[in-house]
Each structure stands twice: as C-alpha cells, then as structure tokens.
C-alpha cells in the first residue's frame, strides 16, 4: 500500500513535459549559481551548528532554544564567512542556504546585516559610513533598526521618541516619553544587538525639527549589560520567528554624540544651526530595499508550502476511485495558479532589482528626478508588498488545506511556515495603507495624464506604463475579444483587456473621491490588481511569443509561457468582477474566461512535480515527512512522531489525574 | 496618551443604541441562563486548577504542560460536578464556562463525554447501553473515537483495520495490517483513554461484511499501561489543541469480545451468523451531532477573535487624523458583517437543535422516514460546517490583520485561536467534500423537483425548502427590484434573490454533469451560498419584520434585525458573481449592492462594542491586554511581556555566541 506513492511521485517527475534540470538553472539564477547552490546545501547539510539534526527536530524547539540556536548559527555562518572569504560569492550563497533553512536565521541576520546596514549607507554621510562600515562588516557591532513604537506601528508621524539636542555638551539626549513610544518588535534587540539605529523626533533649540535617524549604543560590547538609561526586553513569545529576539526599548536620558546623527541629508553644526532634508522622503527610502527584499522571502516561504503540498497531492490518494488527490479540480485548479504566481513574481524580481541599481547607481541624481524614481519604486514595492502578503497567506490556507489534517502536525512545516509569515502582513508597514498609497499614485498620475497630458520621464518602464496609453483604453467600452482563445494566443490581447480594466477601475475609484474613507477598499483592490497586472505584463515581455527566441531551452521557455499565460487568466478572472461592473466585460465573457481559467490549470495538471522541483528544495530543507522528494511518505512520518519527547511510554500524571477515575469498580465491571 | 482608550472604550460602549444587557442575555439563551453563566465565571475565575493564575500564562505552556493541565481541568471539573451534583444544569455550566476558557479542555472532555458516548448509545443495543453508560457518566472508563487512519482520513470507504470473528473462542481480533491503516489524530488516545470506540471492516467466516464499531480497551485502568497488543504514541506537536492528546493507534492480534461489538443496527450471534446494518449511512449519523457541536466551539473561538479585535479596533488611534482605527472603512465593513454572522449562526443553532430532536425523539420512526430527515440534516450539518469552517477562517484573518502586528504577539490570544481554530477547517470531514456532498443532495432535490414534481416531506422545515418554489424562482429571468432600498426595507425580497441566484447555480451545475470533478468548485461554491441563504432565511423568519412583535425588547429586535439585513446583503454581495454570471443582475444592480452592503455596515459602526460586548467574553477568558474590556491596553501589555520567563536580562548565551564577534576591537573603535 505504502509503494504505490514512491511509484505515483516517479511517475509524475517523468511526465514533466520540459527539462526540470533546466528550469532549476533558471530559478537558480543561472549554471553558475547553481552548482553553488548545491555545494552550500551539502555543506550545511551534516552541520549540526547550522542545521538541526535527528533525532531533534528543529520543529519542536522550545523559544529558548530557538533564540539560542539561530545565533549560533549567525556565529557559524560568520566562521564559514572567513574560511571561504577568498570566495566572497560562495560565502554569500552558504548564508543565502541557511537563510532558506531558517526563516528566523535569515530575518535575524537581516536586521543587521541589511536593515542597520542601509541606515547608516543611505542616510549617513561618507564619514560616517567610514566609521562604521567595518565594524558592520565583521559584526563587531550587532545592529538593529528601532522605528516601530508601541502605540505607532509603523506610523512615523506619529513617533514618539525624542532626541534633544544640548548645546553645552554637544550630545543628543533620547528619550521615551510615554509608554505608547516604546519601540516594539525590534529584530535583534530583544538579546543580540549592541547598537540600534533609532528614528526621533529631533529637538533642537526646543523646537522640533522633524524625524531623524540616530545611533544609539544598547549593550557593552564585552560584558552584553545594558548601557545607562537603556531599558530593554525581550518581546517573548510570537506567532513565529522564534528564532528572532524581538524586543521593546526605552530611553531614560540617553546621551549620544552629536556625530550619532545620520547626516547625509540633514546636517546640524557645532552652534545648533541645522539643515533640514530637502524630502522627508528620503527617510523611509530604506523601506524599498526591504520590501524588494520580501520577494526572497516570498519565493522561499510559499515556495516550500507549494513544494509540501504539491507533493503530498500526488502521493496521497483517496476517494471513490482512489485516485491522487491532485487530480481533484479543488486541488490543481487553485494549487497551479499559485505556482505561477511563484514564477512571476521570480521572474519580476529581476525587473525591480535593475530599477534599484538606477536608484543607488553612482554619480550625483538630480534631487527631483531621484524622487520621481523613488516614488515609482515606493509605488511599485507598496503594492507588491501589499499582493504578496495577502495572496501569499491565501496560497498558505491553500495549501494548509490540500494536505488536510496532516497540515496539523507541526512535523509537517506547514504550520512553522504560516507561523513565520504572518509578519509579511502586518509588518513593515500595514498592507492596506501601503496599497492605499499605491492607489493614491496611480489615481494622481492618471488624473495627470487626463487633464495635462503628463506623466514623468523615468529612465525605466514605470509599472503604471499603461497610464500613457489612458485615453484610448478608456475610449474601449467593452472588450472587443469574443473567442478567450484569442487572447491565450496573443497575450498581448490578454494584456489590454487587463489594462483596460484596471484604468476603469482607478477612473471609477478617482470619480467616487479621491482618498476618502469610503473608497478606502476600492483603492485597496485597484492597487492589488495593479500589482498583478505588473507582473502579468513583465513576464509578458520576457516570455510572451509564442515561440522560445534564440538561445533559450525552448521546453523551458514554453512553460515560462504557460505559467504566464495562466497568471494572465487568474488575473482577469480574480478581477472579473470589475470588469463587470465597469460593463466592460459581458456575463458571457466572465464565464468563458472562468471556463479557460480552469482549462489552462488542469492541462498544467501533471506538471506540478517539475515547476515544484524546479525551486530546488531538499528534503532537509522542507522538514516536512509527508513531502519527502522520493514520494516515501507514511513511515518517515511515523518515524518523526516516535522521536517527539514524551510521546510514548506510560503517561506522567496518570496516577494524579487519570487513576483515581478509572481504578474505581462500578456495577458493569468494564 | 494612554488615557484616551479608556475614554474612547467608554463611549462606544454609551453609543450602542440598543440594551446591551439584553442582547447578552439573549444570547445567552435567556436570563436563567446568563445568571448561571455569571455565577460560573465567577467560580472559575480564581480556581488555580482551572484558570492559570498570573504571573503564570497559559499562552506561554509547553505542551508537556498543557496536556497536563488539560487533564487537571477536566479531574477538578469532575470534582465540581460532584459538589453541585444537585443542580446537574448548573455543573454543566461550569464545565461550558471552563470549554470557553480552553478550547483544549473543551474537545479533550468532548471525545469523551460526546463522541465515544454518542457512539455507544447511537449503535449500540440496550443492553450495551447499560453496560456502559454508567461508567461513561461517571468516568470509570475514559472514551475516545478511533475513527481516521493515516493513510485515509476519515474516508470511511478505505478504512483498513480488520476485526475478524473468531468463531472458537466467541471474540474479534482486531489488527492494523499495513502502517496506512495506523488510527490517527485519535483525541485523547494518546495518553488518556482506557477505551477507545474504533471503526473497523468485520470480517466474517472470512468475508468482509462492512464496517462495525468496537469498543476496545487501550490502557490497565489502574496502572495505565498498554493493553496486550495494543501499540500507541502521542502525535506530539501540532499547530494547535496542545491540551489534546491526540495520538495513534496500532492494533496487532487484540482480542476483545463479541459483545463489544455495538449491534443497534448490525447483529452477530454466537453461530457467526450476521445481520447487517439496513443502511451504511448510520453508521456516520454520529457525525451530525458533532457537526453542530462545531456551532458552538465557532462562537466560541470566532466570536473572541472578533472581541478582540473590536475592542482594540476602537481603543486604538492611528493615522493623519489620529483616528480610532475602527473608522477606516477596511476595518468596520469587515468585521460588522462577520459580526452579524456569529448573530445568523447563533440564531440557526437553536433551529437545528430543534430539527435534531426529531431525528432522536422516543418512539420509533418509519426507517425510510428516518433516513429522509437525517439526510436533510447531514445536508444541513455538512454545508453549515463547510461554511463556517472557511468563513471562520477568514474572519480570523481579518481580526488578525485588524490589531496589525499586535496579533503577532502570542500573549494577544488571536495566534492561539487560529492554531485551535485550524482543525475545523480540515478535521471531522474534508470540506471540500461535506460541500459537494451537500450539492449533490441540492441537485438531486431540484432534478426530482423539475422532473417528477416530487421533494421529500418532512417534519421540520428543510434548508432547501426554496427549491418547492423552483418553476416560479427559475422562470424569473432577472431581479425585477430597481432600488435596493427596497428589498432592505422588505427582506422577503432579499431572500427571493439569494433563492433565484441559488437555483440558477444549482441548475448550472447540474447543467454541466452531476458529480463531475470539472464543476467541483461550482459544487462547492452552491454549497456554501446555499448554507449562507439557510442562516438569512432562518434569521427572517425570526427578526425580519420592520417592527418588533409584542413581548421582545425593542432595541434588541432591531439590532437583530439590522444584524439580519446586513447578513442578506453579504450573501448577495459575496455572491453577486453568480448572479451577473447567469444574467440575474444587471452591472448597475450589482454595483448598487455593494453600495448598500458598504452603507450598511458603517450605519454599524457605533455598534460594534455593543454587539460584541454581548457575546459575554470576561477579560480572563479573552487572555489579550490589547483587548481589555476597560480599553486600558498599553501597560497591561508591557506587563505580560515582563512576566514572560527570560525577557530580561543578561542573554544567556552572550558570552558563547555575541561577546566573540563583540569584544573585538576595530579600527574605528566604535
């Protein structure tokens, strides 16, 4: 009974109708990366520092035990940094290997290494990036990044924190001057950090003069106590991210050196004289970084859930007809769409990265035209925040489900994965005002666009590309496509029927009243599609023609273009209705795309063992027994729960508990 | 700063325009029982072996010490139902005030008290009743329900344990053949139960005869250990229940007598002649109580989610205005109507409660009649479960979103909720297939309807009773009602849409093929509008006149009808696809429903404390600072973070892992 799995899961890998090994290059990021890639799992792989090894399973470590492994792991990643360090990129990708082991590996080592680090390099001067870089470089300072304040979120009007400056000793002075100022969630403060960059209010002269951001030492260096003044705690238990000590800190008269201002765009002399930042916005223009950065985090979380429960799809059977449970509509039908989401949102992230680097490239940029830059990335990255967080935990419900009850066990990772995600959601920035800004950009340049004919020159494709061609979208009243099938066959077709129907949806939203309360969740959806339709059209112009061009494995780039054209089809059927309600679509037209939507899934049907293979995720990796890659599920899953502490064995509180009911002899005598 | 919640919690609470005291006590089920309820949670509050008293939190307990605890509960309960043994109805009070405060205590004393005892007394003969109900009733013997396997869910069909008749010796011998036949998820199996009722195929003279039910002991009731042949383990971590001892269970060559063999329906004499049961499907009618069962624990966990949330959602201020957060559209026009669907679901209760009576009332009932009104029930039970175990899923994704990262926090309780909560998405039946279960009975209804003129009589009214008006529904193409204000002011107009939209989705599915895995997802989808127009017809039939009749509160009759508005409006909101899809609605109608729907909810607004005030929820039960009844939320919150074990001072592993990299000096000697 237990074979026929491993026969199912083989059967599958061979119906792959494209080159796996192929497609798991190109995840990769290439042949290069690659076969490094490999390398560093089978170097991490027998690390017991690095990777928990049985019979312990790093699924039930208590929070103790989480905190305290994941920074041996940091230390050990820091040691393997030096002995591969004349091979800075293979040093790189062992750190990139734990990172997808361990979620709370990879967001605890981020707050210093990315967080801290962009801080002090995109808001400091060149002095100051000097004093620190190296000390950040070789972690003999641990950094972390305190804005989020108890009663605040993330909301940086609202912060609380002060930073008064005295003239007579040339210092700063922090301070928290209510509970709500607490700073909450702090990524590494909890235990780790030594330093903090800390955004405040600044008070000079006793006027305040707006945010900034300071570095505030936490702990000795040596002995790991609190510098005076310094409260700090550890936040305790969370959802997930065990392994990260989040913590909360107030500053009781804090004193910091004038020099502990971040002072690239802002400046204060020795005599209190102070130079403001030309934009508040550069403040947050750290925030991008981190949210493109989420797009790893994306591939890496969801991209194992869908590896476990594609899986376990094709080795479970069940039913009348004890087929796989894949082959059940309710399983591939909303299991592949997700899987497409996985490529296109890969597939963008290559996009965005190259608009970052116009954004960071050196030489000086144009202070307005830098902001214009800025504003499409912040867009840009709001809404893919925004649609990755929340498909992303639609796709982890799906998920849950499609491993039914055995999603329950948290030997299955599921949960842990779930677990780690919900930060994406609600932290860095609460997704329905990130969507809302998004909105507000695209209602504002479209509005632009109609009334002045404008829209800014960017020295990249803007995701709002389409705005430029507003007008005659507009002037289209309904959609001209009568055969679905013409537009599979020109995505092109596919692409204006998207674009169309987001314009009505963003003139519609502007026509209700442009940021009022009441169109708050028109905006959050129009912002959403944005977002899909954006990847939907980035893909397009990659893998949109019908044939592989030149160069390119042509079975690979024929199912790069069926996942596109099923995101396409997902997308315009997600947001059918509002092509309805706009009349641009008829009922006719829904239906048939519904009808094609489900189509182009169930032809995809037996390739979702090579698109999961293709992510590339070993066995150790996914912890999960009943996804196990040679389709093996039910013993090592048996196996896993007889390692479990205390799972078998006479029952500890028995005699307190459970005998003095059961010993006592009533009249059956059972 | 944090004295603006209180006053803020102070006047929501002033706002509400209707009783909140007698809200609460109707949905307590009336004064008696809210008095009883009271004096129950005052009893519970401060009994250490019932409520984990601070310093200490449950929230913080390793599993080790919730399966403990758990255990201790039910003991100490057990004690209390001795000592108001004379006022049986008011021990049971406690025992719910004690299932609200843990769902762990709650399903652990569940499998026991409702799941082994039902199946004893459902299946078994008199003569097994008595044998067994009065160690049952007193805990001599601790039960649980063997039903699922690992490798089959609870899919009865392929259930792999045997009991083969040994004709010698006058007993079953039970046996696990393969590692897919392992018992599995068996709550309270695991280190508690001395007897297990397990499902098994009978084998007989050699042949296979179906499937029985066994009463099995597992454990010595004095010493605890496993009885000859039995093996089982505790199935250890899990995403939830961590008070349940979910285990599993492998059968080699037990022996247990034939008497143990429930024989209601299905008799074995000592010659080995046997009868079989008339109809399979009795052997599953267990399951229907269970089903609604799962209305309470819905309450239950969904109503404190949306506690939570409500009162955090107005003690909490965020934004250019400084706003309370419950005033952004995203907030209220999603939480108001799953407000209203705890009210719809509750008010249903009462409804199935009476129909179930039916089903189990004295005297003998025609076994074909029997079997109309229990597959009307199943029906009912199947689609409601489906229903609310997604809906409720989703609503808890809204409460989690809405109190932002603070639901990341574990001591906010929204985490704990939705690990207990998971197990109803995916345990007691595969939603997905309870759905299509329930359309197919949809479709054969409206096939005999439409053909045959014929529809079951009953003695209760049935969920699918619209389907007696289907010619005269069907024959309306389109909604005839212009001005939505219209069918709010008159609900019957509102239930003759959903009922139309809902006939035209059942003849589509039946349409495209009965039983198709292609229109699995319609079936589902019918399945679920079906349960949410059965919750709004059943909501109008109480509370869907304009004006209150005599005898009920006023203000109370108007909230529930309000309450039952907006549920009408949801369901034809959320399922207006269905009705542009096969032209019911026109674009114009559909947009106009979605006005209403938004206005609806924010006429709601300053309802929403009220509304949740009376689900009756003490502060000890709730478990989350941010959601004290007096809306002091910050200091009560730093405070359990204070309490939480190691959250202050020296990090343990500092000098192991931090003081290394640390102490190092650079250049910059930073």
Chains 1, 2 share one sequence.
Not at 82 to 110: L, P, Q, T
Not at 253 to 264: A, E, F, Y
Request: net charge negative.
């Amino acid at each position: 009974m237990s074979l026929q799995a491993p026969k199912d899961m083989a059967a599958e890998r061979a119906a792959a109708d494209f080159s796996i090994d192929r497609l798991s290059r190109l995840w990769a990021g290439g042949d290069k990366q690659y076969e490094m890639q490999q390398k560093a799992y089978e170097i991490i792989k027998n690390d017991p520092e690095l990777v928990v090894q049985p019979p312990r399973n790093i699924l039930e470590f208590t929070r103790d035990e989480w905190r305290e492994f994941t920074m041996g792991q940091i230390y050990r990643v820091l040691q393997l940094f030096k002995e591969y360090g004349n091979d800075r990129e293979f040093a790189y990708e062992i750190g990139k290997a734990v990172n997808v082991y361990s979620e709370s590996f990879s967001m605890r080592f981020f707050v210093h290494e990315s967080l801290f680090r962009n801080v002090v390099n995109m808001l400091g001067n060149k002095e100051q990036q000097q004093k620190w870089n190296d000390d950040i470089d070789n972690v003999r300072v641990y950094g972390c990044f305190a804005m989020t304040e108890l009663g605040h979120s993330s909301a940086l009007r609202d912060i609380e924190t002060t930073a008064t400056f005295d003239l007579a000793t040339d210092e700063f002075v922090l301070e928290s001057p209510t509970i709500t100022a607490t700073k909450w969630w702090i990524g590494g403060s909890g235990q780790t950090s030594t330093h903090a960059v800390v955004i405040s209010q600044t008070v000079i002269n006793g006027q305040h003069k707006g945010h900034n951001w300071f570095i505030v030492q936490l702990r000795d260096k040596v002995t790991g106590e609190l510098m005076p003044g310094i409260r700090v705690g550890d936040i305790g238990k969370k959802v997930g991210h065990d392994g990260v000590d989040n913590g909360w800190i107030q500053f009781r008269g804090v004193r910091i050196p004038r020099s502990h201002m971040l002072q690239k765009w802002s400046q204060l002399e020795r005599d209190g004289s102070y130079t403001p930042v030309p934009n508040p916005a550069v403040m947050y223009a750290t925030l991008i970084p981190e949210r493109l950065s989420l797009i790893t985090v994306t591939t890496q979380l969801i991209g194992q859930a869908l590896t476990i429960a594609t899986r376990y799809g094709v080795a479970r059977r069940q039913g009348p007809k004890n087929q796989q449970i894949m082959d059940y509509q309710s399983h591939y039908a909303q299991l592949i769409p997700a899987i497409s989401f996985m490529y296109m949102v890969k597939s963008a992230a290559s996009t965005l990265d190259k608009q970052f680097e116009v954004l960071t490239a050196g030489g000086e940029m144009d202070p307005v035209d830098y902001l214009n830059h800025m504003g499409d990335m912040h867009a840009a990255s709001a809404c893919l925040k925004g649609l990755t967080g929340w498909y992303g935990s639609e796709i982890l419900e799906i998920c849950r489900r499609a491993c039914g009850g055995h999603a329950y066990s948290a030997y299955n990772s599921i949960g842990q994965i779930i677990g780690d995600w919900g930060v994406m959601t609600t932290g860095g920035g609460d997704n329905v005002v990130l969507l809302q800004q998004a909105a507000r950009i695209l209602i504002y340049h479209l509005d632009q666009k109609l009334e002045h004919d404008q829209y800014p020159e960017l020295k990249f494709k803007s995701s709002s590309h389409y705005i430029l061609r507003a007008k005659e979208y507009l002037a289209t009243p309904s959609w001209p496509v009568r055969e679905i099938t013409d537009a599979i066959r020109n995505l092109r077709l596919l692409e204006d029927a998207l674009n169309a129907i987001l314009l009505n949806s963003i003139r519609e939203a502007m026509a209700k009243g442009k940021g009022l309360n009441d169109v708050l969740m028109d905006c959050v959806r129009v912002a959403e599609m944005h977002c899909a339709v954006f990847l939907f059209s980035d893909a397009v112009s990659k893998y949109g023609a019908p044939l592989a061009p030149e160069g390119i494995d042509k079975s690979v780039y024929s199912i790069m273009h069926r996942m596109t054209a099923l995101w396409g089809l997902h997308t315009l059927h997600r947001y059918s209705d509002q092509g309805y309600k706009e009349g641009f679509l008829t009922p006719q037209q829904v239906k048939s795309v519904e009808e094609h939507y489900l189509e182009a899934s169930k032809a995809l049907r037996k390739q979702v063992i090579g698109l999961t293979d293709a992510f590339g995720f070993p066995d150790f990796v996914l912890k999960a027994p009943i996804a196990k890659y040679d389709g093996n599920i039910y013993e090592p899953y048996l196996e896993t729960l007889l390692q479990a502490p205390n799972s078998v064995g006479k029952t500890p509180y028995h005699d307190k508990y459970i005998k003095p009911l059961t010993e006592r002899v009533g009249p059956s005598n059972n």
